[in-house]
Every structure is written in C-alpha cells, then in structure tokens.
C-alpha cells in the first residue's frame, strides 16, 4: 500500500511539511527507506534520514542525561518514574531512535517536588517559566527545567493529568504495581503497559489528537504488546 501510494503525484515538500509538523520523521523515514527508496526522490529521502540521524543522537543523549537524573534523585531517597520520552521509546518502539520528543517526562511524589527541584538547579537547570503566584503553581500538575546548554527539557510531574481533565488511574496507586524496561543497559522503573495505554489515550485527546505521533504511540504500544 505505501508502494502504491509513493508511486502517485505527490508534492513531497508537502509530505516532509507535514512529516515534521507530526513528529514522525523517524517512521516515515524507516518505512520509505525500508519499502521504496527507489520510488522516494534523492533530496527527500536524504533530508528524511539526516533529520532521522539527528533525532536518534538527541535521542541518546538525553536518554544518557535521563539516567544520570534517576541517578541523582534517587540517591537522596526520592521515588521517580519516568514515563514518555525513553521509555516509551523502548517500551513501544523497541527502540531509542523511532519516536520523537523533546521533553523528559518524570513522575514523583508532591511533598519531594522542592528538594527535586534543588538538586536540578545544582546540576545546572534552570526553571523554564515562573509561576505567577504560589497557588497558580501548585494548581498546576508539572515543573519545567531545562539545561543550561538548552538540550534537555525536564517536566517533573507530581500527578498525571490536571484538574480539569478526569482520569481514571490513581497517580499514587501507580507506584504499586511498576513496570522495568532496559534502558541504556539500564533497568529503569514505568508506567505498566495498560496504565500507559490508558495514559497515551488521555494524553492525546487532551491535545484534541492534533500530531500524528500520539496516534502513533497508542498504534506502536498496541502492536508491541
């Protein structure tokens, strides 16, 4: 089918638009390159797997940056569970270069969410926005870091979905009944897969599905298990 479809009058400035714009350069490059090179013009299949290429070194840097922050947090006694960015990667994908993201997404309990925060800002992160006022703060479910080289985006979470939006997993029940991944040669603690299923559904529709690639993750997760 995506033989036949390649084979069409496309306008593939449109495709790599759109392959961006949805986050999926990395399957859209696996597929044509995997399927049809033949059929795929040279400039656009070479654009497709440097952009690929790129995502893939990102990739593994921040999954490198990821564990070293599992690292610090838990050796202060502080419970973490990553979830998206990696270990979605891995658990769906089977891969750190197929999917991507731009943030890592990390999970802990509310009353550490301070002294997490401290140890970020000794390792160099600095807070990405400042909230208007302590209640505005805490009414919000996420605090967001960046690196002071700008590469890595942390999201430290201390519930999964606001307020507003009603959720069918406990956050403090989910650190019940953990799920391992090998990430990096390392094992690394997450959401189970139906819990994570059930998240990416969520995740998605509050974003109204507007990218392609949270389509993709439930798709990917769904085949993989």
């Not at 690394?188 to 139906?194: K, Q």
């Amino acid at each position: 089918r995506i033989r036949s479809l390649v084979r069409r009058k496309l306008d593939w400035d449109f495709v790599l638009e759109k392959t961006y714009q949805h986050c999926v350069t990395p399957l859209v490059y696996q597929s044509l390159s995997s399927i049809c090179p033949e059929e795929v013009p040279n400039r656009v299949l070479a654009e497709l797997r440097d952009r690929a290429n790129n995502n893939a070194r990102y990739n593994l840097y921040r999954t490198a940056e990821l564990i070293e922050l599992l690292r610090l947090l838990e050796s202060h006694g502080i419970p973490v569970l990553p979830f998206k960015g990696p270990t979605l990667s891995a658990v769906a994908y089977g891969s750190l270069a197929l999917r991507e993201y731009g943030d890592l997404d990390i999970l802990i309990d509310k009353k550490n969410l301070l002294t997490a925060k401290a140890l970020f800002l000794s390792r160099g992160y600095r807070l990405a926005s400042i909230p208007r006022s302590i209640k505005h703060f805490w009414s919000r479910r996420d605090l967001i870091l960046e690196s002071g080289d700008g590469l890595v985006r942390v999201e430290l979470h201390w519930r999964l979905s606001g307020k507003h939006f009603s959720y069918a997993l406990d956050s403090d029940g989910l650190w019940k009944h953990l799920h391992r991944v090998p990430l990096a040669g390392v094992s690394v603690r997450t959401l189970p897969p139906g819990d994570l299923l059930l998240y990416l559904c969520m995740h998605g529709s509050r974003h109204h599905w507007s990218r392609l690639l949270w389509v993709c993750d439930v798709a990917e997760l769904v085949q993989a298990r």
